[in-house]
T-cell receptor
């Protein structure tokens, strides 16, 4: 089983729609979780950190289910500027070490 | 404030040549990471340093790859000899230390093409 599994997509959604991505991780010892976004031909940038059961930041909500070892990202009222690849990132043990998922591609359509 | 700086931004070289990628982390950050990204394998951690000391190099593909961090403001990733399968985008990232796992700040990457 891969350390981190994500549906690669693409998810094509109209502007204003709500979209959700799931991510499963295999390391039950993971304590810290992140979502990064990566625009085409750019570097990844942190979108959200996920602590406890979840986190909310404006239109973005991340939820963590430790029992089932998955985290989700919900985007409400999608904007064209949300088009990007979203990377799920649990820490993978070891000092400061994290594992990046291969990402879910989102395309918001006018 | 300057972010993570990488050079060169693009590198095209022939198989068998030596390639050196450079990184300057954000001032004050104690952890530095080298990643490689390809369409097939996504973003893979190659090696990371803490306070200039290599902590985990289990992701370094083979002996052709080596990384150094001679001081807190500079790191290199060297490939010798290079092969076409090394073609990828190589990212350097830095992170502060202490109080748990922190956000990693990525440089713009070096796009390497080996012909």
């Amino acid at each position: 089983r891969k350390e981190v599994e994500q549906d690669p997509g693409p998810f094509n959604v109209p502007e204003g729609a709500t979209v959700a991505f799931n991510c499963t991780y295999s390391n039950s010892a993971s304590q810290s979780f992140f979502w990064y976004r990566q625009d085409c031909r750019k570097e990844p940038k942190l979108l959200m950190s996920v602590y406890s059961s979840g986190n909310e930041d404006g239109r973005f909500t991340a939820q963590l289910n430790r029992a089932s070892q998955y985290i989700s990202l919900l985007i409400r009222d999608s904007k064209l500027s949300d088009s990007a690849t979203y990377l799920c990132v649990p820490n993978s043990g070891g000092y400061q070490k994290v594992t990046f998922g291969t990402g879910t591609k989102l395309q918001v359509i006018p | 404030d300057a972010g993570v700086i990488q050079s060169p931004r693009h590198e095209v070289t022939e198989m068998g040549q030596e390639v050196t990628l450079r990184c300057k982390p954000i001032s004050g950050h104690n952890s530095l990471f080298w990643y490689r990204q390809t369409m097939m394998r996504g973003l893979e951690l190659l090696i990371y340093f803490n306070n200039n000391v290599p902590i985990d190099d289990s992701g370094m593909p083979e002996d052709r790859f080596s990384a150094k961090m001679p001081n807190a403001s500079f790191s290199t990733l060297k490939i010798q000899p290079s092969e076409p399968r090394d073609s990828a985008v190589y990212f350097c990232a830095s992170s502060p230390v202490g109080g748990g796992i922190h956000e990693q700040y990525f440089g713009p990457g070096t796009r390497l093409t080996v012909t």
